[in-house]
């Protein structure tokens, strides 16, 4: 450990803790949108993430991640539990090869996480659980090997700062891939889905929100300009969404909303995460201020037309918001910003290269996470025979079907 700058790690630690808040932020957030009789299991389908990826991802995750030969898929065992990763501190992996996997660690926390969002209120918890854990393996792992552990995709030249990719468009059409398989809701489209809490949803997406500092600003790997630069884009951009969305809401039914207001500012934080240290503080604006309208669009025009029953917009926000944010780094990063982007500028500079490396790279990861979901849903359901509650437990509401607890002392019949 001699030589390490004791900022660097600082800032390290710090920012794995703002992105492990993020894991309970996002279970107040998905919580309050669902009916009160879910708001247990919704919660829990976060929470039990959190130790289940810690495990994984000491056993096998990071070496599989970061370990191995480059042009892979991914990575082999020879780090199995974080072995010698203490004697290896001289890696290319800043600052010491253990505190990033501390950080890394995170990420694939709040990654599987994510799904669940398009599946809550029918899917049993075994199911979810076996679920998760093979989803982590055969769609995360890879994808964090190809883009950031010297994989395929990082070959290639593709790059993606935070996990536009890895993060959000694997998890957001991994939801949608789920969903279809599952089902809809019983009562989707027979009655009103309004949020039952709002402020929870407010809760969970400022807690969202303060976490993606770590997350973007984090993923400069040490305390240095570009964190700096990554912490200001990621604000503007989520500020953008914001008022963007509400603006949308303003126009349509002539209210904004809360609900509305959390919703455009996650937007703008997952579409700026794979350029916050790529794009110049200027385009984020753009980058946050479109995204919402793309979004609502396919949430209210798209989902409706095709009728799948994604609960809480996973695909819709996660999914179409990470590929409109690696899109938007094909063609807004600069390496005026930094070296790292590469030996090409984004489209709007008149170089087509790095744009077109974006467009294989969110082709490649849908890919992965489509045939990944079948296969993880797959073998869930070998293993327990039934994805889905029953009728009678998903009326009755899968808080006291599935863990024999309540969020409230009293329960409307109607909820």
């Known amino acids: 450990m001699n030589g390490i700058n004791s900022g660097d790690i600082a800032w390290m630690l710090t920012s794995s803790a703002l992105v492990l808040i993020m894991t309970p932020g996002l279970a107040f957030f998905y919580g309050g949108m669902v009916k009160k009789k879910n708001t247990v299991n919704t919660m829990m389908s976060s929470v039990f993430v959190m130790g289940l990826a810690s495990l994984l991802w000491v056993l096998i995750g990071f070496s599989l991640a970061f370990s191995g030969g480059k042009d892979g898929l991914i990575g082999n065992l020879n780090w199995f539990c974080l072995n010698h990763t203490e004697e290896t501190a001289d890696s290319a992996y800043p600052p010491t090869i253990l505190c ?112 993606w500092f770590g997350f973007n600003a984090g993923s400069a790997g040490a305390a240095n300009a570009l964190a700096i630069h990554a912490f200001m884009t990621t604000n503007t951009a989520a500020a953008a969404a914001m008022l963007s969305w509400m603006l949308i809401e303003k126009i349509r039914s002539g209210k904004p909303t809360l609900v509305g207001a959390s919703t455009g500012l996650v937007l703008g934080l997952v579409s700026i995460t794979p350029g916050a240290g790529y794009v110049p503080i200027w385009s984020s604006i753009i980058i946050g201020a479109l995204v919402s309208p793309i979004c609502y669009f396919f949430i209210t025009v798209v989902k409706p037309k095709f009728g799948y029953d994604d609960s809480l917009d996973a695909f819709g926000c996660h999914g179409i918001g990470g590929i409109w944010g690696g899109i938007a780094t094909g063609i807004f990063a600069t390496r005026g910003v930094t070296d790292l982007v590469g030996n090409y500028d984004g489209l709007i500079y008149g170089q087509w290269q790095l744009f077109v490396r974006q467009l294989i790279a969110v082709g490649v990861t849908v890919a992965v996470a489509v045939v990944g979901t079948l296969i993880a849903l797959g073998v869930a359901k070998l293993c327990v025979r039934n994805l889905r509650v029953s009728d009678e437990d998903e009326a009755i509401g899968l808080d006291m079907s599935e863990h024999g607890e309540s969020a409230y002392s009293l329960l409307d019949d109607k909820d």
């Open 100 to 211: 990033f996997a501390i950080f890394q660690m995170m990420f694939a926390i709040i990654t599987p996480a994510l799904v669940t969002g398009a599946i809550v209120e029918r899917m049993r918890f075994s199911a979810l659980f076996i679920f998760i854990a093979v989803w982590s393996i055969i769609v995360y792992y890879p994808m964090a090997h190809m883009v950031w552990g010297g994989g395929l995709l990082q070959q290639l030249g593709a790059i993606d700062f935070a996990g536009g990719d890895v993060v959000h468009i694997s998890s957001g059409v991994s939801a949608l891939v789920a969903a279809l398989v599952i089902g809809k809701r019983k009562s989707y489209g027979k009655g009103s889905c309004q949020p039952h809490n709002v402020p929870f949803v407010l809760l969970g997406a400022s807690l969202l929100w303060f976490g």
